[in-house]
């Protein structure tokens, strides 16, 4: 029988009636699972930001250790009421946070932060989480095993920070190592590299992970349990009737989480499309015996009425434009400013080019190394180079879009009745999805007006 991959994240692991909420679903499940859990909320930040703060001072050290110990010690005193139990699982949680303080008493003595330590530093928070999971798990009589990616074989390309799962070397090791029937808890978020060193799956990974492992066992189905329902026609935070989407394709899905959606992370799809392994989304705040997806994602998808099922956007875009009346003529100006990112390790999202201009779309953390590095190329026909910030990325997302001719022109429509400028406009790349720069203040007139134009 195929398991089913189930991952947790970090906003159901916030509190006693967020972990309850966990145990509960597992158990509703009534078979084997393979649980890949994040970091209890917030935790990753804590630790992302002890990095740079225990630098100069060493007692911030011994005060971060000892705050993560308290919310740990309160969730275990919840959940486990034999005071040997209690007391073994918080000695083992004291030993990590022993190993936490040497890793960050190196890096204060050293003053720098290598990478492979700084991998190692924000594993823990994974570590720690699926430990106690397993723990009270364990404690409530259920049949279930901690297995770390180390001891299950599931290895990377070696880059660290930002790994890709190695396939081909992963998958009988933990194919074989997770074939039992039983509850497997997996830390999200890491992997290992061929010479055994942790290397981080990239910033909110452990969907990443998740999916890496579906795959490998060629699971049932990845069931992500969020706190929202499913993927909707906007963010409910902007749009207070929004829409439910029930059925997407891997494509879609990709788009969306690509452009800000935050249900899932962009690289879950990646794992699963070739093997047609369904992702299912569900809402931890809406568990019952009977398990529903609220929105399930898979190689069929559909075409909704409207053509367009959601209208994402994210303020993680910015541009950096290549303004020369000869860059479109002359030959070699993409491949040394790419090559050059390349080497410094700096995402390019999109380019867009004109016949004098060349607009590269960076996350906004890298738009001041990224100007920086291109000054400093000399380029010959571009005679100015200019940093585009404080804007956002408006994505209108859905099957058969670029076969319908009425999208644009209503999508444009009303952004010029509302008065918004569009800055950049990249349609008929992407199958399902279009999408345009504004200035950041307009993004939600921008989201309400789409919304109101498609859906109302």
């Not at 029988?1 to 972990?19: R, W």
């Not at 699926?130 to 798990?137: D, T």
């Not at 008929?428 to 720069?437: D, K, P, Q």
Request: proline fraction near 3%.
């Amino acid at each position: 029988m195929k398991k089913i991959v189930v991952k947790f994240g970090g906003s159901n692991l916030k509190d006693k009636d967020g972990m309850e909420k966990i145990l509960q679903t597992i158990k509703n499940y009534n078979q084997p699972l393979v649980i890949v859990v994040s970091a209890f909320y917030g935790i990753t930040n804590l630790l992302s930001d002890a990095l740079t703060t225990v630098l100069d001072d060493e007692k911030k050290i011994l005060k971060l250790t000892k705050s993560i110990m308290k919310l740990k010690q309160d969730v275990i005193n919840d959940f486990i009421f034999s005071v040997e139990i209690r007391e073994e699982v918080l000695e083992e949680i004291s030993k990590m946070l022993k190993q936490l303080e040497r890793y960050l008493l190196g890096i204060y003595y050293i003053g720098d932060v290598p990478l492979f330590v700084e991998d190692i530093i924000l594993s823990y928070g994974e570590r720690m989480s699926s430990y106690i999971l397993k723990s009270i798990l364990s404690y409530q009589g259920v049949d279930c095993e901690l297995v770390l990616p180390e001891d299950m074989g599931l290895y990377t390309d070696g880059d660290f920070g930002n790994a890709t799962i190695n396939y081909e070397k992963s998958k009988e090791f933990v194919s074989n190592r997770l074939s039992d029937d039983k509850i497997y808890i997996v830390p999200g978020f890491y992997g290992i590299s061929k010479d055994n060193k942790i290397t981080l799956l990239g910033r909110g990974g452990s969907d990443y992970s998740a999916a890496s492992i579906a795959k490998c066992i060629n699971a049932k189905s990845l069931d992500i349990w969020k706190d929202v329902n499913g993927f909707l026609s906007a963010d409910p935070k902007i749009i207070p009737n929004t829409i439910q989407i029930k059925k997407l394709d891997y494509t879609e899905a990709a788009e969306l989480s690509y452009f800000g959606a935050k249900v899932l992370h962009p690289r879950t799809i990646e794992p699963l499309s070739n093997d047609n392994i369904p992702i299912r989304i569900f809402n931890i705040n809406k568990t019952d015996s009977d398990i529903k997806p609220y929105s399930i994602i898979d190689s069929e998808g559909e075409v909704s009425k409207e053509v367009i099922k959601s209208v994402t956007y994210s303020d993680d875009f910015c541009v950096l434009q290549l303004k020369g009346p000869g860059v479109g003529i002359k030959p070699g100006i993409l491949a040394k400013v790419t090559s050059d990112f390349d080497n410094y390790k700096i995402n390019i999202k999109t380019v867009i080019t004109a016949q004098t201009s060349i607009n590269f779309l960076l996350a906004k953390k890298d738009l001041k190394r990224a100007f920086n590095h291109t000054k400093n190329l000399k380029l010959g026909a571009v005679n100015e180079i200019v940093p585009i910030d404080n804007v956002t990325l408006i994505a209108l997302v859905g099957k058969g879009l670029s076969h319908n001719h009425s999208i644009a022109g209503r999508t444009f429509g009303t952004m010029a009745r509302e008065k918004i400028n569009v800055k950049i406009i990249n349609s008929g790349a992407s199958e399902v999805a279009t999408y345009f720069i504004i200035d950041e203040k307009n993004t939600k007139l921008a989201i309400s007006a789409i919304h109101k134009e498609f859906f109302e």
